[in-house]
């Protein structure tokens, strides 16, 4: 079973004197129990691909496939689930446990069933369904109606979890929490994140995407790219600071060391300088 984008094109406005391509030859496939990261920075086609992957959008070229059945919004109903950039803008129920229950009573699931799944889809957010069930979506920080959003897609079980730029706007505390949601939601789905940011994900992705310009810069591990921070540059990225301080420090020991995300090895191979030139 996978999630599977081959060579993908899709030009907003086609066949128009408007017409713009945001997408050219991009694949990308994601299987329950993985995660994969695409980045790239503001109009490089992030976006996009990840509405073409829940089925939003129907690309102009390629092959979108969900578990052997090709994708459109029918098949994806139910299976695959996407968190918005803004997912605060999901909210639209009286209450909080009314809003995370929409989901499994739109998919059939009785009253009783869906507020059961609504619940314990705010437990597994951080969420006490003792405190927050009954208040209003709209009376909520911007972190906890992040975790309500997420709580929604979680609480029909998806099979394919899509996170669309799921730590922007949140503090410190805020980015580290939805880190190990998505990390904890892995376990059971294969979720894949867009990211214009690789410092919460790339440690733990399975396999990393950079898009620069609607095409695909880079398809590989997150060892490869990490051995080549200079990708970083050329796609108007900014590297993770661990990256950036051996790089720096790289350039000022004229020393030849292996790059890495752990801080742990980092500090060991710079107090050591790094083997000479």
Same mark, same amino acid.
């Given at each position: ?8 094109? *899709?030009? *907003?406005? +086609?066949?128009?004197? %408007?017409? !713009? ?7 990308? =496939?994601? /299987?329950?129990? =993985? ?51 803004? /997912? ?16 499994? +009573? ?11 799944? /609504?619940?314990?889809?705010?437990? @597994? ?34 099979? *394919? ?6 730590? @922007? ?8 929490? !939805? ?23 790339? @440690? ?26 200079? !990708? %970083? ?5 900014? /590297? ?6 051996? +790089?720096?420090?790289?350039?000022? +020991?004229?020393?030849?060391?292996? *790059?890495?995300?752990?801080? @742990? ?13």
């Amino acid at each position: 079973m996978s999630l599977s984008l081959v060579s993908i094109g *899709y030009t *907003y406005g +086609r066949g128009t004197s %408007f017409g !713009m391509r945001a997408l050219h030859d991009v694949s990308l =496939e994601v /299987a329950p129990g =993985e995660l994969v990261l695409v980045l790239g920075a503001t109009g490089s086609g992030k976006s996009t691909l990840l509405r073409i992957a829940a089925g939003l959008l129907r690309a102009d070229e390629g092959e979108a496939v969900l578990d052997g059945v090709s994708l459109d919004r029918g098949s994806a109903r139910g299976v695959v689930g996407l968190i918005f950039q803004d /997912a605060e803008s999901q909210l639209f129920a009286d209450t909080v446990l009314e809003d995370v229950a929409f989901g499994p +009573r739109n998919m059939g699931a009785s009253r009783e069933e869906a507020l059961a799944s /609504a619940t314990e889809s705010l437990r @597994a957010v951080g969420l006490d369904p003792a405190t927050f069930k009954d208040r209003s979506p709209f009376s909520l920080s911007g972190g906890e109606a992040r975790r309500v959003a997420i709580a929604g897609v979680l609480a029909f079980h998806p099979r *394919y979890l899509l996170a669309d730029e799921p730590t @922007a706007g949140l503090d410190a505390k805020g980015r580290r929490a !939805m880190r190990s949601l998505l990390l904890e939601a892995r376990a059971k789905a294969g979720v894949v994140v867009v990211s214009h940011g690789a410092e919460e994900f790339l @440690a733990d992705a399975d396999r990393v995407i950079v898009l620069s310009g609607g095409g695909c810069a880079l398809s590989s591990t997150p060892r490869e790219l990490v051995a080549t921070p200079s !990708m %970083f540059d050329r796609v108007g990225l900014r /590297a993770p600071d661990v990256l950036e301080v051996q +790089r720096l420090a790289a350039s000022r +020991r004229s020393a030849d060391m292996p *790059y890495t995300l752990d801080p @742990a090895e980092a500090a060991r191979s710079l107090t050591h300088g790094g083997g000479q030139r």
